[in-house]
């Protein structure tokens, strides 16, 4: 085998206690050919001396001195210098064995691999006793093309590898001018080819040197730049996406690095917690850190809604150290559970509460499975809210933009009003302009249902159109919290002469946006040819409309609804959309055929449902099992029947199972649907891919959505 030739890279900043066991280990290799670069990065001890005395002796080494630039900008220098076709960098202060360029360059020659690596003996400055610490990599031959752990499992070092100088140039590969100068080593990992591994410690590390950059804690903020600087060349060259997972790997094991070195000291401040969003929204919370030093609460408040709390007065960084490094190599190494939210859910089981309220394991296990971060907060929304009765739904809404409640407050200042819709949003407004001292401006409010007329909400009398009083009014807030329904009864008031301008929607401000729900993304862009709808809970037709709209090509809907008085509505807009292939089923549905209790509403058609206690009549109910044809293939359930959405899932198990449908399922009815629902979906099929979506800036219109990818 050819002798390729190699270059051995050595920044030197006043090392004279270490320098000379550093170039011995190397000028001593069995390797035959090789350069050796002392960089001086302008020492000011006898380093000068040392470094001439063997650059005399030695022909192989150049000697450059330089102004202090920083160990990045040494390391840069000396690989302008090289001209071989392979690079190694050693640390003043640490030692090769004498085999070391030897094997590597064996491994990486007979596997044409751009990288190679070995593991490692750590040794103590004081003792010199050695421990062996293995490379976590599996086999001998290693590629991120073919498994993306290799970038966080073959370290972060520079020292202890050889590359291949075509990598580093393909690359544009530099050190960054900052104390953690080795945080772009996963960039050249994730770009070479392969990743040759020898399974035997051939360089020894120096650990817990005073002076030591890394040990200085000045120097922590550089562990956010650092990560900063990797989060945008992965995204530069397009592979963030491809990496994010052990993307997040990397910036929690240099969280939890901080958190051992500095303890209450802690000085990771808003540029770390920034570039770790992706992985920390939902992992760590807010008193991440709660004594001593510069607090991180005011990063950590921009990436979590809630106040988290913990067991006793530890800080975080206590509960993050006591992680054990069995614990979390464990959770790294096992390639079929490495997740960050594996860890999360290790940090969770430590430190993780929300208000007074401990998350359970149940609830951890659900957390952890959803698919995207805006899930996960969605979820912790709903977590606070079925313990507390209370949660920032706003933080989480999925619609429009929305003007804010002091906007309509300014806009109503001195102005009277009156409210049409009698309705939840109408008790919500009415309590919003008591607590500003405007409620005594609103003149009345009318509802279309007779039901309620002759009653009053915050005093104010309900009672059915005046067309005189609206009239003389200066504005009317049209208050239901959807905007389809708002957007008839505006239709209704402008057919009655009032001027558009006199009229507001009170969901532009405390909104519900029903114009996407049921068809976020997730589900519209795996919408295919001869999709079938089971539209559960289908009111009017109108969300059946809405998925013709994505889906021209469909081939059937089942109309589901239990309501009888809406049965001629949906001939009306099966009309309207000229799709003939509906098959209208008049009943619930639930988890096996029966008959059941029913509230019929005649004031809100979509609250009507399956109620033991307000039961006007019995309607028949369907297991969706039972009322599809057993020749087709269902690909889509969507499901909003107020409060049986996991009775009808039970229903549908078996072509929930054998098809794999997209699910669009409300979660917002019961209390503890966030939890029973999803949990029932995974143990039918557990390769379901799992998202919340949000649609209103209170408790209601929670959606949860399953796709199989």
């Not at 390797?31 to 470094?51: H, Q, W």
């Not at 940090?347 to 995207?372: N, P, R, T």
Request: aromatic share 10%.
């Amino acid at each position: 085998m050819i002798m390729k030739h190699i270059s051995v890279i050595i920044p030197i900043y006043n090392m004279e206690a270490y320098l000379e066991r550093c170039l011995e280990s190397v000028i001593n290799q069995s390797y035959g050919n090789i350069d050796i670069i002392l960089i001086d990065d302008g020492s000011t001890d006898g380093s000068v001396d040392i470094c001439r005395d063997f650059a005399t002796k030695d022909k192989r080494i150049t000697y450059i001195y330089k102004e202090n630039a920083g160990l990045g900008a040494a390391r840069n220098t000396g690989m302008v210098a090289s001209k071989t076709e392979y690079i190694t960098f050693l640390d003043a202060d640490d030692w090769f064995e004498p085999t070391f360029i030897e094997k590597i360059m064996n491994a990486m020659l007979s596997s044409d691999s751009e990288v190679g690596i070995c593991d490692i003996f750590y040794v103590d400055n004081e003792t010199l006793k050695k421990q062996v610490v293995k490379t976590r990599l599996r086999q001998s031959i290693n590629s991120c093309h073919t498994d993306k752990s290799v970038i966080n499992k073959s370290r972060l070092f520079a020292w202890g590898k050889i590359f291949h100088t075509e990598l580093l140039k393909r690359c544009n590969f530099i050190f960054p001018s900052i104390t953690f100068e080795d945080i772009l080593i996963p960039i050249l990992i994730a770009n070479a080819n392969q990743v040759a591994y020898v399974r035997e410690p051939l360089i020894n590390y120096l650990r817990s040197r005073q002076g030591s950059l890394s040990n200085s804690e000045k120097n922590i903020i550089d562990i956010g730049n650092g990560l900063k600087l990797l989060y945008d060349e992965l995204n530069k060259q397009g592979i963030y996406d491809d990496f994010t997972l052990e993307f997040n790997k990397i910036a929690l094991g240099q969280l939890r690095f901080a958190c051992r070195k500095w303890g209450d000291k802690s000085r990771i401040l808003d540029d770390m917690l920034a570039v770790m969003i992706p992985g920390l929204k939902g992992t760590c919370h807010k008193k991440f850190y709660t004594d001593g030093g510069a607090l991180i609460e005011s990063a950590l408040d921009k990436v979590v809604p809630y106040q988290n709390q913990l067991t006793n007065e530890k800080s975080a960084a206590d509960y993050v150290i006591s992680i054990t490094e069995e614990e979390l190599d464990g959770l790294l190494d096992d390639d079929s559970e490495a997740t960050l939210y594996n860890i999360a859910e290790l940090i969770m089981e430590k430190v993780i509460f929300i208000g007074d309220c401990q998350l359970s394991q149940d609830e951890i296990s659900i957390y952890s499975s959803l698919a995207d971060d805006v899930s996960r907060r969605i979820f912790l929304a709903r977590f606070q809210f079925a313990k507390t009765a209370k949660a920032d739904f706003a933080s989480v809404f999925n619609g429009r933009p929305l003007k804010t409640c002091e906007e309509l407050i300014e806009l109503l200042n001195n102005k009277s009003y009156l409210c049409y819709g009698a309705g939840f949003g109408c008790h919500i407004l009415l309590g919003i302009m008591k607590n500003n001292d405007l409620l005594q401006n609103c003149q009345a409010v009318f509802d279309s249902s007779i039901t309620k007329h002759g009653n009053s909400i915050e005093g104010v009398p309900i009672s059915g159109y005046q067309q005189k009083l609206v009239e003389n009014i200066d504005m009317v807030i049209i208050t239901p919290m959807s905007y389809s329904i708002s957007d008839d009864v505006k239709n209704f008031l402008i057919d009655k002469g009032i001027p558009e301008e006199k009229l507001i929607y009170f969901c532009d401000y405390y909104a519900t946006n029903d114009i996407n729900i049921y068809f976020d993304p997730i589900i519209t862009d795996s919408l295919g040819d001869k999709e079938i709808l089971i539209d559960g809970g289908c009111l009017d037709f109108k969300s059946s409309m809405s998925f013709l709209e994505y889906c021209s090509n469909a081939h059937k809907i089942y109309a589901v609804e239990p309501n009888s008085g809406q049965i001629g509505f949906i001939k009306e807009n099966i009309e309207k959309s000229g799709f003939s292939n509906v098959k209208i089923i008049q009943g619930a549905l639930w988890s096996y055929d029966t008959k059941l209790n029913f509230f019929a509403s005649d004031v809100n058609k979509s609250g009507s449902r399956v109620c033991e206690e307000l039961a006007s009549i019995k309607v028949p109910a369907y297991s969706i099992d039972s009322i599809v044809d057993p020749d087709e293939i269902i690909t889509f359930i969507k499901l909003d029947v107020e409060g049986a959405e996991l009775e009808a899932l039970k229903g549908a198990e078996n072509i929930i199972k054998n098809h794999k449908p997209k699910l669009a399922i409300s979660v917002y009815h019961k209390p503890m649907d966030y939890i029973e629902i999803p949990r029932y979906i995974k143990s039918i099929v557990p390769e379901y891919k799992m998202y919340f979506r949000h649609y209103s800036t209170f408790e209601a219109e929670t959606v949860l959505y399953c796709v199989v990818k």
